[in-house]
């Protein structure tokens, strides 16, 4: 790709404080999403992909570049995404925010539609900002999307926009793929409230384990056992539970065991419970 030198020269001057930008933001992000278990991707924008996005006249002025560097937290879920924005607005200086929904979008089209976030690192009291070529000025962007989401972004978009061609039928298979998407990302948000609608089949060997669960919560529930000792995780427990029954061959025996342990543990001074200390 040609592109004028002036811009070469611009960016190859601008490109060692959006390098020390990057670096203190990656590793800030990192370390949020490290401790909350979500993953990160980061790029540091090409004079190529940059030399496009000016021609498109969007941008006035070199100040108003908002993504030479950009990241994106990608989140199990979409309940976690007003966490990150509050993370981010404690953390950088947020210059502006467009949410998911915000701009307006027909019913029947699909398309890109993730959270931004676009911020500096906050400055120091006495640090000189009137100084274009300051670390403070550059703008760099966060993008919020769920791995729903990821998985659409990078498993179309070489395929579609990144052809020598214009191909209707490509980008209307990515819409569609983009409205599966949105719909998967709405289902898991509303899960609670759209699971009861599901017509259960009974299947004996859930059923089994839901007898386990219930049995379990009780002995809990009237402290028979202490709280300390509950599983974090009852359908694993559960699982686990069911699992040592099937290897003993007393898997159609759930209720004679459930009796068996209730009546054991009953009859257990809670002195000899084994407690951590």
């Not at 811009?7 to 060692?16: G, N």
């Not at 906050?122 to 729903?148: C, G």
């Not at 020598?164 to 990302?185: C, G, N």
Request: charged share 30%; net charge positive.
């Amino acid at each position: 790709m040609i592109y004028p030198s002036i811009l070469d020269r611009q960016y190859e001057q601008y490109l060692p404080l959006v390098k020390k930008v990057a670096k203190q933001v990656k590793e800030t992000m990192l370390n949020f999403c490290d401790n909350k278990g979500y993953a990160l991707t980061s790029r540091i924008k090409a004079i190529e992909s940059l030399a496009e996005k000016i021609e498109t006249g969007r941008f006035k002025k070199w100040s108003e570049l908002d993504d030479l560097f950009g990241c994106t937290v990608i989140i199990p879920n979409l309940s976690q995404e007003q966490e990150v924005i509050e993370f981010c607005q404690d953390t950088f200086e947020v210059t502006k925010i467009v949410k998911r929904g915000q701009n307006k979008k027909s019913p029947d089209t699909f398309k890109f539609d993730s959270t931004r976030i676009s911020a500096r690192l906050k400055r120091v009291d006495d640090t000189n900002i009137d100084n274009i070529l300051s670390i403070f000025n550059v703008i760099f962007e966060i993008q919020i999307k769920s791995a729903f989401e990821h998985a659409w972004a990078v498993s179309t978009h070489d395929l579609v926009y990144k052809g020598s061609e214009i191909d209707w039928k490509k980008l209307r298979l990515a819409a569609q793929i983009k409205a599966t998407v949105e719909q998967l990302d709405t289902m898991i948000l509303a899960f609670e409230q759209i699971s009861p609608a599901i017509q259960e089949s009974e299947y004996p060997e859930i059923k089994k384990k839901r007898q386990l669960a219930i049995a379990t919560q009780e002995l809990f529930q009237q402290e028979k056992i202490p709280e300390e000792l509950k599983p974090k995780d009852m359908s694993r427990f559960c699982d686990n539970l069911y699992g040592i029954l099937a290897r003993a061959g007393k898997e159609d025996k759930v209720q004679e065991v459930i009796e068996c342990i209730t009546k054991k543990i009953n009859s257990t001074p809670s002195k000899q419970i084994p407690r951590s200390k």
